[in-house]
Structure formats: C-alpha cells, structure tokens
C-alpha cells in the first residue's frame, strides 16, 4: 500500500478522510462473504481515485453512482471525492425515467453502475447529456458498447491503476462541493441538495458523537447510499473507525439474520422498516450486542417503540430528526425515550435549531412555528435553482445582532418547544390537513390508528372538499384481516374529536413505499384520485 493510501490525515478536509482514524487491520468494510480492512479499504480507494482521474474525472465534475450497496459501490463513492469529484449517489430502485431527470440536472461526466443496470442507463443517456465515460462494475468480458458515444471501462480496469496522488483532490477545501443529494419532496421534479465537504464531515463527526460509535462497533448499513440517513451510516461508522455491514434488505427476516451473523451492535431504520421488524422473531444470538437502535425518516408510533424496547432490552433507543438540507438536526437522549417519545428531541452538536413565527420572530414554549436551522450542516442550496434555493435557504431570524449573518435552512415542518426545550414534530407544512378551520396534524391521526391495535401502517391525507376545505383520509395496512374499517372508525371516535376524524378508512395490503423505503404520501394519495 502506498504511502498516499496509507495516509492519517490531521486536519479531516475532504470526504474520503472520515478513513483517516481507522486502525489499518481492522475490518472497515463487510458484504457478503467479502471484507475489506481499513488498509484495503484505503488502498483501493486511491487507486480507483487515480483510475477515475485518468478517464479524465476533474475536480469539480459530477460523478452519479448508480448501483446497489456492494464494496465497489462504497469504494466508487469515496473514490469521487478523493478525485476532488462530486459524488452523485442514485437509488438503484429508479427506473429510466428518474435516472434520466438526474443525469440531465447534474450533467455529470460519468456513471458508474453494474453491468445489470447498463440497460437503463443507456436508455438515459439522450443525444444531450454530458455523459462521456462510464464504468461497469460486475461485467464479465469486454464491456458493452457505449451509447450515444459514451467510453465504456471495467470496474477492474479502473482499479488496476496505482494509488498514487490526485492533482485535483489535493486543491479541495472543506467548503467544495462534495456531493449531490437528490431528495424527491411532495410537489416538483427531484432537487440535488449541495452538500459541502466540511457539511457531511461535519454531520459524520456529530452523528458519530452523539451516537457514540466506536471502533468496535458493528454497524448495519440497511438504507440506501442515496438516502442521506443511509450514507450517514458509512461515514458515521468509519469515522470512528467501526465495521460497516453493507445490505441490501429484501424481507425483514434477513435483518435478523444479519444482525446474528455479524452480531450487529448498531441498527437505524425507518419506521415502515420497524413495523415489520417487530413482526419477527429474533434470537437472543441476533439481539445480544446490539447497543442501540435509531429511527429517522418519520415519526416512530409509540406502540412500536415500546414494542422494540422488549425486543432489545440493553439497547438505547434513539429517535432522531433530519432533512437532507441540514443532513441531520435532532435526536432525543434515550434517557428522555421512555419520558416523551413523541418528542424528537434537541439539537445534534454544532447546530441550533430555532421555532419561528411566519415573521422570524421566536416562538414562545408550546408555540408552534417552523423549525430553522442554522451551522456547519446547513447545505449550500438546491442544484442550479436559485428560486427554490432562495425559498428554503434564508438569512437567520435574530436581525437584533443575536446570530452573525448567515443562511439558515428553513425546513417547511411544523414544530414546537416545551417548557425545558424538546421539540415536538407535529407535521409537514404541505402535509397539514386543513378541514373546518382547524390545522390537524396527520401524524396525531396515524398515531391514535397504531395506538387502537388493529392496523400495521397508517397513513392519514387531507383531500379536497367544498364544505371542509379538505376532508380527513386514512389510508390503512390491517393487522388482522378479519378487522373492518368500520371497527377502526369506531375505536378512533373514542379517541379523536370529530373534525379529526377520517371520512373515509381506505384498507390495502400494503401502503406504497419511495425508493428511499419511507412512506409515499404522494403514490398513495395518487392511488386514492384514482379510485
């Protein structure tokens, strides 16, 4: 290994540095039956780096990363930035239509995918991207030709090239652009949130921090690359020198499997993920080292968050709050989960999150206003949009000289602050369902839904109407099929005053997912137009 690879760098600058603090023979990376050490890991890291600046990646160019999590596609990912390149991560889940939105947005100079996927890749790249290079990871032979007169190379032959210096990943400062993340939103084409260096170092360290991910910690990366909780999960466990365990989860019975196998001792999901976890049957081999378990991407219902403090009676809980513009925002000390689980608790280190009125003013304790957020993590804008990017990304409230000029990330969420400073999520600006003059927060819906026993997922929508301004919607997964809509509706009116109440109990097998594996409010409100 060179000296470059091998290298412990001081002053974390660039993204590929969270490798920095890994000690060289321990395990840094795992999937399947393959691991890489932190020295391997390192390793093919710079020679990758060196392969892609050699098909001429430069600093500064767009590189999207369509693949599932496998070591390639971990390595690829650090690679770009250590090319002084941005990396773009795409979900793998997308079809052409998707992938070609991105690809044109970012204009990237290449993609990286697997030699299954080259076929919607192709079919994305049109006569006018700025595609000119792409790499096949997992072709056997020669690669296929490339289309619209893209060079094809194999991930092999990237790889071969020697781990010496980029020119261009030593001008990187912590202020560059380090990666594109494409968040889908409720209304609007997909946006590329900007995240600098210092914005995901930054979030890695503090996450970790709070955390306290540890060198020998096993973490199970189970969400995708192109979810920013999910690359979280890398940069996290290899800042702090731990095993990651890449998957790619099918069904929930391989997550236990998982977490027995590598005897997991970190575990975060999203709560359409947890509510088929506490379904299975775990053994005290998959539960016995698991130190924590996280949850982000939405609320967690109270009644699967007692349930799981059953399952893993040693682990701390950590509900945590984010939002790709800030990486991540808040969690709740687990000391405080069992006193005020609806709570998503305080700001994570170096941020400051802020409850403002419409006209910037703080809000009082049970006030509720928008959260701001404002530090390090504050991403440096929507991709190419200033219009969205000048909505959302606004000078911080405080014009009285209580914060230094800068620009804060105003979420769009609805929250409030207690007496002692908890938060509390009550709902999405344009998710707030506004019937009979009320604001009801669909999350205080689906919460009562769990709470009656008779459903596994609850998603609750306002739709329009002439006399209410929108009607309540409840879309539903029942736990027994046996169970009615007219037996739900009749435990939330014990439970729920009238204007809150669902006009309508809407029961499917299963509510629809995004790719990034959290409820679709928008797929399912499209379903219910459709009936």
């Known amino acids: 290994m060179s000296e470059q690879a091998g290298r412990r760098p001081s002053a974390p600058v660039r993204l590929d540095h969270v490798l920095g603090g890994g000690d060289p023979g321990r395990p840094a990376l795992t999937f399947g039956d393959q691991t890489l050490t932190y020295a391997q890991l390192s390793d093919r890291v710079a020679r990758v780096a060196n392969g892609l600046h050699a098909r001429g990646v430069r600093r500064g160019d767009r590189v999207v990363v369509y693949a599932e999590k496998r070591i390639e596609t971990a390595v690829a990912l650090l690679a770009i930035a250590a090319a002084g390149a941005v990396l773009v991560p795409a979900n793998p889940l997308l079809r052409t239509p998707q992938l070609a939105h991105v690809v044109k947005d970012c204009a990237p100079r290449m993609v990286i995918t697997t030699a299954r996927r080259w076929e919607t890749v192709s079919a994305a790249l049109t006569p006018d991207v700025s595609v000119r290079s792409a790499v096949l990871i997992g072709a056997d032979g020669p690669g296929p030709a490339g289309a619209q007169g893209v060079q094809v190379s194999l991930w092999g032959e990237v790889e071969a090239a020697e781990p010496s210096p980029v020119p261009d990943g030593a001008a990187v400062i912590d202020q560059d652009i380090a990666a594109l993340m494409y968040t889908s939103g409720s209304t609007g084409s997909p946006k590329g949130v900007v995240l600098s260096h210092r914005n995901m170092l930054t979030g890695a360290a503090s996450v970790a921090g709070y955390l306290g991910h540890r060198p020998d910690d096993v973490v199970l990366a189970l969400l995708p690359f192109s979810f920013d909780a999910g690359f979280s999960q890398l940069t996290t466990g290899l800042i702090a020198g731990a095993h990651v365990v890449l998957a790619n989860h099918l069904v929930a019975a391989d997550v236990v499997r998982l977490c027995e196998r590598h005897q997991v001792t970190a575990l975060t999901c999203v709560p359409p993920l947890w509510l088929q976890l506490v379904a299975q049957e775990w053994p005290r081999e998959a539960t016995a080292r698991l130190r924590y378990f996280a949850n982000t991407g939405g609320r967690m219902p109270k009644a699967v968050l ?41 700001a994570i280190p170096n941020a400051e999150l802020l409850v403002v009125r419409p006209d910037g003013t703080l809000c009082d304790p049970g006030e509720h ?53 908890f938060l509390y999520f009550v709902g999405r600006d344009d998710e707030m369902i506004k019937t009979s ?5 669909p999350t205080e819906i689906e919460e009562a839904a769990y709470a009656t026993g008779l459903v596994r997922e609850a998603v609750a929508l306002g739709v329009p109407d002439e006399l209410l301004g929108q009607r309540v919607v409840l879309a539903v997964a029942m736990a027994d099929p046996a169970a009615l ?6 435990a939330l009116a014990k439970e729920l005053p009238a204007y809150m109440l669902p006009t309508h109990v809407e029961v499917l097998e299963q509510l629809p997912r995004s790719v990034n594996g959290k409820f679709d409010r928008v797929g399912l409100r499209r379903i219910l137009e459709e009936e």
Do not use: C, N
């Open 306 to 346: 007692a349930r799981l403090r059953e399952i893993f009676p040693q682990a701390a809980p950590y509900l945590m709050y984010g939002l790709t513009e800030a990486f991540r925002s808040s969690y709740l000390d687990p000391a405080e989960a069992h006193r005020r689980p609806d709570s998503i608790g305080k």
């Open 369 to 421: 206003g928008e959260l701001v957020h404002r530090g390090a993590l504050v991403a440096q804008g929507y991709w190419r949009d200033p219009e969205r990017t000048a909505a959302r990304f606004r000078p911080v409230p405080g014009a009285d000289g209580a914060f230094p000029p800068e620009i804060a990330v105003w979420s769009g969420d609805t929250v409030y602050r207690d007496e002692e400073g």
């Open 437 to 441: 003059g009320y604001r009801v927060s």
């Open 485 to 490: 809509s007219e037996a739900l509706s009749k």
